[in-house]
């Protein structure tokens, strides 16, 4: 990974997105395989390793029995960090996570947002090479979401490189330069969002609802059309039916032409998850 | 952030790890202690009174029943003498054992407070072992101010009574050694009555509050497995000022029941938190 | 009072109760007979040989005296308990309570219910700890079983109490207090181990205000037949005294904190 990139892990829970960043975050035993981090073995080098890594965990792992400034204190010193050089740091990086008004509070009362924020301030202490976050935004409201994806953006741009796994193909497309795509344990595909979406689906999706059971025939109608046409590909989940084309409004045309009139009718960019619907023939979040 | 982040990786010359500190970063774990009383200094405290409230109740109360009774050289000592250091011994033993059960307990599934830890160059070995150096210093301030009580209540007959603070320790590093492996085992907080239920026959059976010699001769044997009485032997014989090589052998048996719960902890702290 | 609905929250204790027994009664009926045989006969036989013991109580051994103190104490311990921590648990740790009150149990059922439960338990251990101590050759059985009387109903006044009060509360901190400093001291300064004139003249005062100390009072002089320290009906309305107001009380707090 090239200093300042961002690359993520994509899959659904369970794909062992979480179980891979323990192991590169040196905290599970390698299960098989070679593994080498910032150039150094998990299993023998541990110790090395976890101190030039920030690590943010799915869950939030902040010390309840201790106040804002103190947990970053008092991980700072498991660090061996000098008192004076963490005093600095951690009024930086309460800065930076804004929560400065907030130092002496207990961590208890703090909002979902908050406590993640000062997770990733934690992650910071050391001022690490490799920052891991699993699953940096679940469980937290929109407005929330985006203001860590700001302080994250922030953080790239300062040169700080990013692991980050994620089950949102919106996060993965807003945080990532390059990714994998993971089913059940494999890499399916890897490559920068973009390309991913270029290389395996379309660049627009017509999708289609439709009366109970008229969604097959519908189907089948539109598969019936010629290649070559607007009509790529045909994806039927269970409640609606997903058109692959290069262009949304000619498709939309033959939809009318075809009276195959639904319910509802919306044309959106093709994204990360129907590369991974095309890919492994499921959705990301069921 | 950068500029001052490049001062601090000055400050600490980059990123070496020194692996070969005795105790490693343990102390880290004492320090997080330290500021996390901060907030429930309240209850360390509080845990004073509880051994002092049996000092007056037994050592006064119903010391005025008993009367004398034989020490360990044989001769007739106050009860009140006989029974402080046996409940020195004991505060040690409950201060050792609930630190390193309860408190780590809770950190360890209700507070995930390792689960970070973990994230840092800090070992699991390193976490049992400052969590048993924490034990042992919280047991070493209830030691002092329980033997300062003793002594301004006339019960410490003799300067060799200061060796009750490292005795003191010794019991809370053998008792902390085993809490610590016993808290690896523990599946819910319903196991706590079980350690309950262990360390009330201790305190009330291990010569605590009357010598052996009251038991048959059958059921004494009984009682000298117990930890706990070899630490009253010992905290008895010195704070009543009677050395004796047998003391050494009391030593021994505490020093190697801690350093055989310590070894099994570390080990399986690893194994659980590493998972 | 519908005592019914009480009776519903009995209910519920005792189902919840078939997971735990396991530790809380064992411990409950176990620590006073690890009491008993440590404190009353092991310490008992230095305190019959000490010869100082027959000026100081009114008793056949330190045992006959000791065991009715600890049965009183022993009850009122286990009330505590029950005051406290299924309080606690309704309240806050896993919050039944707050469930509870928007079906049609009152708040005063739940403090009643627990209160009912506890009376069952605290009366359970009472007789198994007679049967044992007349084992132990402390009492006769007939009258260790007229000693429960009182010393139960010291133990269901105490569970009263500590519930009225630790539904108010909501740090678990103030059990730990609650357990040191009040309970600890009650169980060893309360005529129990040892006869209230030996504590200081200035403190002795202070026993005579422990509802405690009268219920010990009362048990003593059924299991041994001797006269109580004051006349009986007067330990009789202390306790009773302070189980009304502590019913009074607990009405009032369950309702304040139980309905907004």
Same mark, same amino acid.
């Given at each position: 990974m090239a200093p300042g990139e961002a690359f993520g892990f994509l899959g659904p829970n369970g794909a062992g997105k979480t179980s891979a960043m323990r192991m590169i975050g040196a905290t599970s035993p390698v299960t098989d395989g070679y593994l080498r981090v910032l150039g150094l073995d998990p299993e023998s080098e541990g110790v090395e390793l976890r101190a030039r890594l920030g690590v943010v965990p799915q869950e939030d792992t902040l010390d309840q029995d201790l106040t804002v400034a103190d947990n970053l204190f008092v991980f700072g010193r498991y660090f061996d960090l000098p008192k004076r050089v963490l005093r600095e740091r951690i009024a930086e990086l309460l800065e930076f996570v804004q929560l400065t008004e907030r130092r002496n509070a207990k961590v208890d009362p703090l909002s979902g947002g908050m406590k993640r924020r000062l997770v990733i301030a934690r992650a910071l202490i050391n001022d690490p090479e490799l920052v891991l976050l699993d699953e940096p935004t679940t469980?937290?409201?929109?407005?929330?979401?985006h203001a860590l994806w700001e302080r994250l953006y922030q953080l790239k741009r300062r040169g700080v490189t990013q692991l980050l796994t994620t089950h949102y193909m919106d996060e993965a497309e807003q945080l990532c330069d390059r990714l994998v795509i993971m089913d059940q344990g494999r890499i399916v595909a890897e490559g920068s969002p973009r390309a991913l979406i270029g290389t395996h689906v379309s660049r627009e999706v017509?999708?289609?609802?439709?009366?109970? $059971? @008229?969604? &097959? /025939?519908?189907?089948?109608?539109? $598969? @019936?059309? &010629? /290649?070559g046409g607007p009509v790529e590909r045909i994806e039927s989940l269970p409640d609606r039916l997903l058109v692959y084309t290069p262009d949304g409004d000619a498709a939309i045309r033959a939809v009318h032409e075809l009276d195959l009139d639904p319910l509802t009718l919306l044309t959106r960019r093709a994204s990360l998850e129907d590369v991974f619907l095309r890919l492994t023939g499921r959705q990301l979040i069921d | 952030m950068s500029a001052a982040s490049a001062s601090a990786q000055r400050a600490t010359g980059g990123w070496r790890i020194t692996p070969h500190r005795p105790l490693g970063r343990s102390v880290r774990l004492v320090e997080r202690n330290l500021r996390a009383m901060r907030r429930g200094w309240t209850l360390f405290v509080s845990g004073l009174f509880e051994p002092m409230f049996y000092l007056f109740a037994l050592g006064v109360g119903v010391g005025g029943l008993v009367g004398e009774v034989v020490g360990p050289e044989g001769e007739l000592i106050p009860y009140g003498v006989f029974v402080a250091p046996?409940?020195?011994?004991?505060?040690?033993?409950?201060?050792?054992?609930?630190?390193?059960?309860?408190?780590?307990?809770?950190?360890?599934?209700w507070g995930k407070v390792y689960d970070a830890v973990l994230t840092s160059p800090v070992t699991p070995r390193e976490i049992a072992v400052g969590e048993l150096i924490w034990a042992l210093m919280r047991g070493w301030v209830y030691a002092v101010s329980f033997l300062v009580i003793s002594a301004v209540l006339g019960l410490v007959p003799s300067w060799w009574g200061l060796l009750a603070l490292p005795a003191a320790s010794l019991i809370?590093?053998?008792?902390?050694?085993?809490?610590?492996?016993?808290t690896t085992f523990l599946r819910s907080w319903q196991d706590f009555d079980l350690i309950e239920l262990v360390l009330l026959p201790l305190f009330?059976?291990?010569?605590?509050?009357?010598?052996l010699e009251v038991y048959p001769e059958a059921v004494r044997w009984i009682a000298q497995v117990s930890p706990l009485y070899h630490g009253v032997e010992l905290v008895r014989g010195v704070m009543t000022g009677s050395l004796s090589w047998a003391l050494l052998g009391n030593v021994a048996v505490l020093a190697a029941l801690g350093s055989i719960g310590l070894s099994v902890a570390v080990r399986r702290f690893g194994r659980l938190l590493r998972s | 009072m519908t005592t019914p609905i009480a009776l519903r929250v009995l209910e519920g204790h005792a189902r919840a109760y078939r997971h735990t027994w396991r530790g809380t009664t064992v411990g409950a009926l176990v620590r006073p007979v690890l009491f008993l045989a440590a404190i009353g006969v092991g310490l008992g036989t230095l305190v019959d040989e000490g010869g100082t013991a027959s000026r100081a109580i009114e008793a056949p051994s330190y045992l006959a005296w000791f065991a009715p103190g600890l049965l009183a104490a022993s009850l009122m311990q286990a009330g505590a308990s029950d005051g406290m921590f299924p309080i606690m648990a309704g309240m806050r740790w896993i919050g039944t309570y707050k469930s509870a009150v928007n079906s049609p149990v009152r708040p005063r059922d739940l403090f009643l219910?627990?209160?009912?439960?506890?009376?069952?338990?605290?009366?359970?251990?009472?007789?198994?700890?007679?049967?044992?101590?007349?084992?132990?050759?402390?009492?006769?059985?007939?009258?260790?079983?007229?000693?429960?009387?009182p010393a139960a109903l010291t133990g269901v006044v105490t569970c009263a109490a500590m519930s009225a009060f630790i539904v108010t509360?909501?740090?678990?901190?103030?059990?730990?207090?609650?357990?040191?400093?009040?309970?600890?001291?009650?169980?060893?300064?309360?005529g129990t181990f040892f006869p209230v004139d030996q504590l200081p003249?200035?403190?002795?005062?202070v026993v005579y205000l422990v509802p405690l100390w009268h219920g010990v009072e009362l048990t003593r002089s059924l299991a041994l037949g001797t006269e109580p320290a004051l006349a009986w009906p007067l330990h009789l309305g202390v306790v009773v005294a302070v189980g009304a107001l502590a019913l009074a009380v607990g009405a009032t707090t369950f309702s304040r904190m139980l309905r907004r």
């Open positions: 469980g937290l409201d929109p407005q929330a979401r017509l999708e289609l609802r439709f009366d109970d $059971g @008229r969604q &097959d /025939d519908a189907a089948a109608t539109l $598969g @019936r059309l &010629d /290649d | 046996a409940l020195l011994a004991a505060s040690a033993m409950n201060g050792g054992t609930y630190e390193s059960t309860i408190n780590v307990f809770a950190k360890l599934k809370g590093f053998c008792f902390a050694g085993l809490g610590l492996m016993v009330l059976f291990s010569a605590t509050f009357y010598p | 219910g627990n209160l009912l439960w506890s009376s069952a338990r605290i009366a359970t251990i009472g007789v198994v700890f007679a049967v044992v101590a007349a084992a132990f050759g402390a009492m006769p059985l007939e009258r260790g079983a007229l000693a429960v009387l509360r909501d740090s678990p901190q103030v059990l730990a207090g609650m357990n040191r400093f009040l309970i600890v001291p009650l169980f060893l300064f309360s003249d200035a403190v002795q005062p």
